[in-house]
């Protein structure tokens, strides 16, 4: 089972701040394939990255990923009051696809 | 528009049973792969269960393994998950969640996640 460990647990910044939210395999990911999510209270995850580094349809540019094998980060380019969630990454290259268990970014 | 809307949940003693079903619609039902994913309250994500288009294969979370069996029915348009031998662990909000997939020559390849419920609660307790 391939582990992901996601760093750091809480992020605190303000609006305008870049934002940079990491996700260590615990063994190289098969391929490409890692997506993240972002969560708000009360709601379900909405997917922002799929294929280590392709956005899904909707999510504003200030949202990227990169990385390979085992470390993968998004970054938020400039912090947008809606930004403030709870951030998962997936590998979903292997079964069981794994989930991350989160970072929560917060208003500093 | 996508829309995948779970049914099914509520309170249930330890040891019993449960089935939770997914209505989907706005897309081809029967060309995706499909997923059931919980979330225990105030915690993370766990994926749980995945199938494929043509329910040929399937995938279970060790933690779900023999007590859990979903299952899909195209005609239907829709997405089950038998949950049986529950124990208190179980309690959480279950996600119907939709995944593109891939052939390949060494089987099929379940894509991320693109669609998600909004989930049903299912609550274990005596």
């Known amino acids: 089972e391939i582990v992901l460990t996601q760093s750091p647990g809480t992020l605190s910044l303000s609006p305008g701040e870049r934002a940079t939210l990491s996700c260590r395999a615990s063994?190289?990911?098969?391929?490409?394939?890692l997506a993240w999510y972002q969560q708000k209270p009360g709601q379900a995850p909405r997917l922002l990255i799929y294929?280590?580094?392709n956005r899904a349809t909707g999510i504003p540019d200030r949202f990227s990923g990169s990385g390979s094998g085992t470390g993968f980060t998004l970054t938020i380019s400039r912090l947008e009051p809606e930004d403030f969630a709870v951030y998962y990454c997936q590998q979903y290259g292997s079964s069981p696809r794994t989930f991350g268990q989160g970072t929560k970014l917060e208003i500093k | 528009e996508v829309q995948l809307v779970e049914s099914g949940g509520g309170l249930v003693k330890p040891g019993g049973s449960l089935r939770l079903s997914c209505a989907a619609s706005g897309f081809t039902f029967s060309t995706y792969s499909m997923n059931w994913v919980r979330q225990a309250p105030g915690k993370g994500l766990e994926w749980v269960s995945s199938i494929t288009s043509s329910s040929t294969y399937i995938y279970y979370a060790d933690s779900v393994r023999g007590r859990f069996t979903i299952s899909r029915d195209n005609a239907k348009n829709s997405l089950y998950l038998q949950m049986n031998s529950l124990r208190a662990e179980d309690t959480a909000v279950y996600y119907c969640?939709?995944?593109?997939?891939?052939?390949?020559?060494?089987?099929?390849?379940?894509?991320?996640?693109?669609?998600w419920g909004q989930g049903t609660l299912v609550t274990v307790s005596s």
């Open positions: 969640a939709r995944s593109g997939e891939i052939k390949t020559i060494f089987g099929v390849v379940i894509l991320s996640i693109d669609y």
């Open positions: 063994q190289s990911v098969s391929s490409i394939y």
């Open positions: 294929d280590t580094s």
